[in-house]
């Protein structure tokens, strides 16, 4: 089965750091670019970062540049977003995603993990 | 930047009826880098339409893509009880950015 599932959400402190995780399953991981997608409560859905099969490309949204990482580790099958500087107007669910190659549509979705920034 | 306007805001259907949704680009979009997705309550968004009118793998064929431009539609040919939802459709763009639109909500009328 296909599977992405995230894992590191909290409750953090502004000013704070928290890392994200992403573990995929069920498809050839280092083939496919991946992003990360957020939601803040009762809102829509925000792209956050992407970054290519290989990690060559990595791209932010202008709001979070400068305070997030976005990497990966194939041999893991993993993705990650290491977040600094948070703020309350990043408290979100935040998503991992599959990139459709050739489409950049997002296909495949995690269940999400929630970041509260909050004093 | 591109910006997608989705309308409206909340459509009100009985299940059975037709449901249109509009995704309006700023500037023109590549029809390949346009797509659909919904949106249930605490859940994922899922995968509907890419390419403004190809669907995604298991998506029943009442769901429907089109057009072109800066203009794109989503139909769902008659509502089952399942598919209220939020919509969403999304572009992606130079730099690379990925942009969605702000949502249409299906709800029971």
């Known amino acids: 089965e296909v599977q992405l599932v995230e894992s590191g959400g909290g409750l953090v402190k502004p000013g704070g750091s928290l890392r994200l995780s992403c573990a995929a399953s069920g498809f050839t991981f280092s083939t496919y670019s991946m992003n990360w997608v957020r939601q803040a409560p009762g809102k829509g859905l925000e792209w956050v970062s992407s970054t290519s099969s290989d990690s060559s490309y990595i791209y932010y949204v202008d709001s979070v540049r400068g305070r997030f990482t976005m990497s990966r580790d194939n041999a893991k099958n993993s993705l990650y977003l290491q977040m600094h500087s948070l703020r309350a107007e990043d408290t979100a669910v935040y998503y991992c995603a599959r990139v459709f190659f050739g489409f950049h549509a997002m296909d495949v979705w995690g269940q999400g993990t929630t970041v509260t920034v909050s004093s | 930047e591109i910006v997608l306007t989705q309308s409206p805001g909340t459509l009100s259907l009985s299940p059975g009826e037709r449901a249109t949704l509009s995704c309006r680009a700023s500037?023109?979009?590549?029809?390949?880098?346009l797509a659909w997705y919904q949106q249930k309550p605490g859940q994922a968004p899922r995968l509907l339409i890419y390419s403004a009118s190809s669907r995604a793998t298991g998506i029943p064929d009442r769901f429907s893509g089109s057009g072109s431009g800066t203009d794109f539609t989503l139909t769902i040919s008659r509502l089952e009880p399942e598919d209220f939802a939020v919509y969403y459709c999304?572009?992606?763009?130079?730099?690379?950015?990925?942009?969605f639109g702000q949502g249409t909500k299906v709800e029971i009328k």
């Open positions: 500037q023109s979009v590549s029809s390949s880098y």
């Open positions: 999304q572009q992606y763009g130079s730099s690379p950015t990925w942009t």
